[in-house]
């Protein structure tokens, strides 16, 4: 994430999902982000990974990364 989110409200880090694009009729795409939780996990996944492996998946798997670069001040948001 950027250091400076601006006004962001709903910013979120270890969050782990996925994107689901929808095409309408019209050909308009819309997005979802679908969050999965650890207790989501299928069992089938667990028995060929491990408890454990899944567990550390979503306690360990992060990054202290911060994006460099443009961020969106108000000014620009707010047209």
């Known amino acids: ?6 006004e ?3 910013a979120k ?3 782990y999902g996925y994107v689901l694009a929808t095409v309408g009729p019209d ?8 969050p999965v939780e650890e ?3 299928p069992q089938p ?3 060929e990974f491990g408890a454990a492996q899944v567990r550390w998946c979503f ?13 969106c ?3 620009c948001c707010a047209h």
């Open 1 to 6: 994430m950027p250091k400076d989110l601006g």
């Open 8 to 10: 962001a409200k709903i």
């Open 13 to 15: 880090t270890d969050v």
């Open 27 to 34: 050909g308009t795409i819309s997005f979802e982000f679908r």
């Open 39 to 41: 207790e989501e996990v």
């Open 45 to 47: 996944v667990r028995e």
């Open 59 to 71: 306690a360990q798997n992060k990054s202290t990364y911060q994006v460099p670069g443009a961020t």
């Open 73 to 75: 001040p108000i000014s």
